[in-house]
């Protein structure tokens, strides 16, 4: 049977203003992004072909959604490019917010302990731009009741000691992912949530204080396995337990936990390239119920993140007067601060400086932050970010002229990885070998070796 040329893709492209070229490249930006390694070949071949009439498969149909749902800045399904056949899947994430809290997050959890199941998600979706868009002002002022309000379906009755439990569980993989790497623990972590704290949102509360913080309790830990997936690089999966921890902490009346939510979702946008989605979400988290009623160490962590969103728009005004707010609030805090804040300290606001810096082009002063970062931290007990902040000065060296230098950091930060199970990790190394691909003419052992290092590494994280 002869191939239809599928003329509403054809239509989408042409509306993009995209050539062939260009399209294939975006569709492998994307793909990158959820480790859809099958498409890192997509090329102009595969898109005529997709344009005659053959039919993409597996991840590329909904990866192609994504890509074109991004440049055109409206929501596509997959019957607007001419591929219909899955439309029951969630496919721009725009639905996340208004889905049943409890009902999302058993079924996430559920879905994340399924291994094989976790991998056919994973080729579905794609991390959606549309589904970051904030709700309304009306939404978060009725979340608390509309989960006050929601039905029993146990005749548990819940206990401080439960939310202890959530607690305490929370802390244990806190400390676990700062020095092992996201990837490491996230099945146990998804068990847990899953298995034992998700079942007492539906439970018997004695009192509207004792719902509420367990709705909090929960809400944290949701976004731990959130910023855990995000570290292993599994970023749409991240992006639904993040949306989700922030639905808890709002229907928890819990401002500063919803504002380090929303920033950790603006980190995700600024590392995956959308800086007025990063942006939005950063200044989200600065609101008064948010930022305004943190701690000051959190409002250092909200503010500095906020500077970084505003780095990746081109705003050097606006970002070296966030920096200095991040500084003077840091310089307040006065012990305080809720667990979930306690790996932010000087270190780590160098850290996030120097990224700041770095991508406003203020390359100097960059290199200075991170080093103080890496002279600061505590190295055995936040290995992971060690490891990174190390990469990322190298490449900063390396962008400088400091070819030895940079060599010598990234050495280091190889080092540091022994044992570390991160995606950002692995993308530190991928870093290091296009900062080195230009240079590779000048051989030398030192990047022979290098080199050689880099790609056992990656083949041993798979």
Same mark, same amino acid.
């Given at each position: 049977?002869?191939?239809?040329?599928?003329?509403?893709?054809?239509?989408? =492209?042409?509306? +993009?203003?995209?050539?062939?070229?260009?399209?294939?490249?975006?569709?492998?930006?994307?793909?990158?992004?959820?480790?859809?390694?099958?498409?890192?070949?997509?090329?102009?071949?595969? =898109?005529? *072909?997709?344009?005659?009439?053959?039919?993409?498969?597996?991840? +590329?149909?909904?990866?192609?959604?994504?890509?074109?749902?991004?440049?055109?800045?409206?929501?596509?399904?997959?019957?607007?490019?001419?591929?219909?056949?899955?439309?029951?899947?969630? /496919?721009?994430?725009?639905?996340?917010?208004?889905?049943?809290?409890?009902?999302?997050? @058993?079924?996430?959890?559920?879905?994340?302990?399924?291994?094989?199941?976790?991998?056919?998600? !994973?080729?579905?979706?794609?991390?959606?731009?549309?589904?970051?868009?904030?709700?309304?002002?009306?939404?978060?002022?009725? $979340?608390?009741?509309?989960? $006050?309000?929601?039905?029993?379906?146990?005749?548990?009755?819940? @206990? #401080?000691?439960?939310?202890?439990?959530?607690?305490?569980? @929370?802390?244990?993989?806190? +400390?676990?992912?700062?020095?092992?790497?996201?990837?490491?623990?996230?099945?146990?972590?998804? +068990?847990? !949530?899953?298995?034992? $704290?998700? #079942?007492?949102?539906?439970?018997?509360?004695?009192? %509207?204080?004792?719902? &509420?913080?367990?709705?909090?309790?929960?809400? %944290?830990?949701?976004?731990?396995?959130?910023? *855990?997936?995000?570290?292993?690089?599994?970023?749409?999966?991240?992006?639904?337990?993040?949306?989700?921890? /922030?639905?808890?902490?709002?229907?928890?009346?819990?401002? #500063?936990?919803?504002?380090?939510?929303?920033?950790? *979702?603006?980190?995700?946008? /600024?590392?995956?390239?959308?800086?007025?989605?990063?942006?939005?979400?950063?200044?989200?988290?600065?609101?008064?119920?948010?930022?305004?009623?943190?701690?000051?160490? %959190?409002?250092?962590?909200?503010?500095?993140?906020?500077?970084?969103?505003?780095?990746?728009?081109?705003? &050097? &005004?606006?970002?070296?007067?966030?920096?200095?707010?991040?500084?003077?609030?840091?310089?307040?805090?006065?012990?305080? $601060?809720?667990? &979930?804040?306690?790996?932010?300290?000087?270190?780590?606001?160098?850290?996030?400086?120097?990224?700041?810096?770095?991508?406003?082009?203020?390359?100097?002063?960059?290199?200075?932050?991170?080093?103080?970062?890496?002279?600061?931290?505590?190295?055995?007990?936040?290995?992971?970010?060690?490891?990174?902040?190390?990469?990322?000065?190298?490449?900063?060296?390396?962008?400088?002229?400091?070819?030895?230098?940079?060599?010598?950091?990234?050495?280091?930060?190889?080092?540091?990885?022994?044992?570390?199970?991160?995606?950002?990790?692995?993308?530190?190394?991928?870093?290091?070998?296009?900062?080195?691909?230009?240079?590779?003419?000048?051989?030398?052992?030192?990047? @022979?070796?290098?080199?050689?290092?880099?790609?056992?590494?990656?083949?041993? =994280?798979?």
């Amino acid at each position: 049977m002869a191939r239809m040329r599928n003329e509403a893709l054809a239509a989408r =492209i042409a509306e +993009a203003g995209w050539t062939q070229p260009r399209a294939a490249a975006a569709v492998r930006r994307v793909a990158e992004e959820v480790g859809a390694r099958d498409l890192a070949a997509v090329s102009r071949s595969h =898109i005529a *072909m997709w344009i005659l009439g053959t039919r993409p498969s597996g991840q +590329a149909p909904h990866i192609l959604c994504e890509t074109l749902t991004r440049k055109l800045g409206r929501t596509l399904t997959l019957t607007d490019i001419g591929l219909p056949g899955a439309e029951g899947q969630d /496919v721009t994430g725009e639905g996340d917010w208004e889905a049943d809290t409890l009902t999302v997050l @058993t079924e996430l959890g559920r879905d994340d302990l399924d291994m094989l199941h976790r991998r056919q998600l !994973l080729a579905d979706t794609a991390y959606s731009v549309a589904g970051l868009a904030v709700p309304a002002v009306s939404w978060w002022k009725d $979340a608390p009741s509309v989960a $006050a309000q929601r039905r029993v379906h146990s005749q548990t009755t819940v @206990t #401080p000691a439960d939310i202890d439990d959530i607690r305490q569980t @929370t802390a244990f993989f806190s +400390a676990r992912d700062q020095r092992c790497g996201g990837a490491a623990g996230r099945s146990a972590l998804a +068990a847990h !949530l899953s298995l034992e $704290a998700a #079942p007492l949102l539906s439970s018997r509360f004695p009192s %509207e204080q004792l719902r &509420r913080e367990l709705y909090s309790a929960t809400a %944290e830990m949701t976004y731990l396995a959130g910023w *855990m997936a995000f570290d292993a690089g599994e970023h749409r999966r991240a992006q639904r337990y993040f949306t989700l921890a /922030v639905k808890l902490a709002a229907e928890a009346g819990d401002g #500063p936990l919803a504002g380090h939510t929303l920033r950790a *979702m603006a980190h995700q946008a /600024v590392d995956l390239k959308h800086p007025s989605q990063a942006l939005d979400l950063a200044e989200a988290s600065m609101a008064a119920d948010r930022y305004g009623q943190a701690s000051w160490r %959190e409002k250092a962590l909200l503010g500095i993140v906020h500077a970084r969103a505003l780095a990746a728009t081109g705003d &050097r &005004r606006g970002t070296l007067a966030a920096i200095s707010q991040a500084e003077r609030d840091l310089s307040r805090d006065t012990g305080d $601060a809720p667990d &979930r804040v306690s790996f932010f300290a000087s270190a780590s606001l160098s850290h996030e400086t120097a990224c700041a810096l770095r991508d406003l082009g203020t390359l100097r002063d960059a290199e200075a932050h991170f080093k103080e970062s890496v002279a600061t931290r505590r190295q055995q007990q936040f290995a992971r970010t060690h490891s990174v902040t190390l990469g990322y000065l190298g490449s900063v060296q390396i962008r400088r002229g400091g070819l030895d230098e940079g060599c010598a950091t990234y050495s280091q930060a190889m080092d540091a990885m022994d044992g570390i199970s991160s995606g950002r990790a692995r993308d530190v190394i991928v870093q290091m070998q296009r900062d080195l691909s230009p240079v590779r003419r000048r051989g030398g052992r030192q990047l @022979t070796e290098l080199d050689q290092r880099a790609r056992e590494m990656l083949r041993a =994280i798979g």
